[in-house]
């Protein structure tokens, strides 16, 4: 077989897994509006569930996945940066390097049920915290800072050695190159792992749903240690009465609501990189 034969057949395996993955895209897409778009109305998105989520709307829902991703925002973007600074500025041997990225991918490749039940034996049984939304958001946090963590690494690394020559030439010392040089591109490159792992957290239902949620009968919480309801949550209690078509009709739309917020913060992220990707070092 000739090298162009091999190409051409390369480029249309390329071609066809392209297309068919567009298309299974589109496909959930194109059912999840047409499903859901009668559901959703003003008074869907700001009126109170009842009768287990069979009538009313989905506004707590909708605070409570909000909460849960916004909590592990703010316990995993200092410790992700932290991470990534100190194995970009201190960890110098190889070993110790591939030790460390051996950790995070491990980190990253834990299936989410996983860390439900750490969640729940931890933090629930042992510590007697109890079902809550912030237990819930140290969880989500701990599986979203790989992503963040590596993000903010590769920029770290991708900043010019020149940079921090023409640092050193000016008497700057560890902590200042760090603070004034390597902490500003470790933010930028953080946020946009961030926003990418948030599209992730925010549909996950096995890690929070034991530990974190309740699927009814809750409001807005008073207090750390309060449960929430959330909407991948919502969305599997109505699933389960799928015989009841306004329950389904009422999954459809809470579906479609979740996909919106998953790709807010997804293209979020893209738009954040092609931004960051103009930005000259």
Same mark, same amino acid.
């Given at each position: ?27 959930? +897409? /194109? ?13 869907? $998105? %700001? ?11 989905? /506004?707590?829902?909708?605070?409570? #996945? ?12 200092? $410790? ?22 051996? *950790?995070?991918? #491990? ?12 969640? $729940? ?30 993000? #903010? ?13 023409? @640092?050193? #030439?000016?008497?700057? %010392? ?20 961030? *926003?990418?792992? $948030? ?11 034991? /530990? @974190? ?19 991948? %949550? ?7 009465? @799928?015989?009841?078509?306004? @329950? ?9 609501? *979740?996909? +919106?917020?998953?790709? +807010?913060?997804? /293209?979020?992220? *893209? ?11």
């Amino acid at each position: 077989m000739s090298r162009k034969v091999k190409n051409s057949l390369f480029k249309s395996s390329v071609y066809l897994a392209s297309f068919l993955s567009i298309s299974i895209l589109l496909f959930l +897409i /194109i059912t999840l509006i047409s499903k859901g778009i009668n559901a959703v109305s003003w008074q869907f $998105l %700001t009126s109170e569930s009842s009768n287990f989520g069979s009538q009313g709307g989905i /506004i707590y829902q909708i605070i409570g #996945s909000l909460l849960l991703t916004l909590s592990a925002a703010i316990i995993s973007f200092p $410790l992700a940066l932290g991470m990534a600074i100190y194995k970009s500025e201190y960890i110098k041997r190889n070993l110790f390097q591939n030790i460390t990225n051996t *950790l995070i991918y #491990s980190l990253n490749g834990i299936p989410s049920i996983i860390f439900g039940i750490f969640g $729940l034996i931890f933090f629930v049984n042992i510590l007697n915290m109890g079902i809550s939304w912030f237990v819930g958001g140290i969880i989500l946090a701990i599986m979203i800072l790989p992503t963040i963590t590596l993000s #903010s690494y590769q920029s770290i690394i991708s900043i010019p050695i020149s940079y921090r020559e023409n @640092a050193a #030439s000016l008497g700057l %010392t560890k902590w200042q190159v760090i603070h004034t040089i390597v902490l500003p591109r470790a933010i930028s490159g953080g946020f946009t792992g961030l *926003l990418i792992g $948030l599209a992730r957290a925010i549909g996950e239902t096995a890690p929070i749903m034991f /530990i @974190a949620t309740a699927f009814s009968g809750v409001t807005f919480p008073n207090s750390f240690l309060e449960p929430v309801s959330s909407l991948p %949550t919502h969305i599997l209690a109505l699933a389960q009465q @799928a015989t009841n078509p306004q @329950a389904l009709q009422n999954a459809w739309g809470a579906s479609l609501v *979740l996909i +919106i917020l998953v790709f +807010i913060f997804s /293209i979020s992220a *893209l738009i954040r990189r092609i931004h960051y990707s103009k930005v000259n070092y």
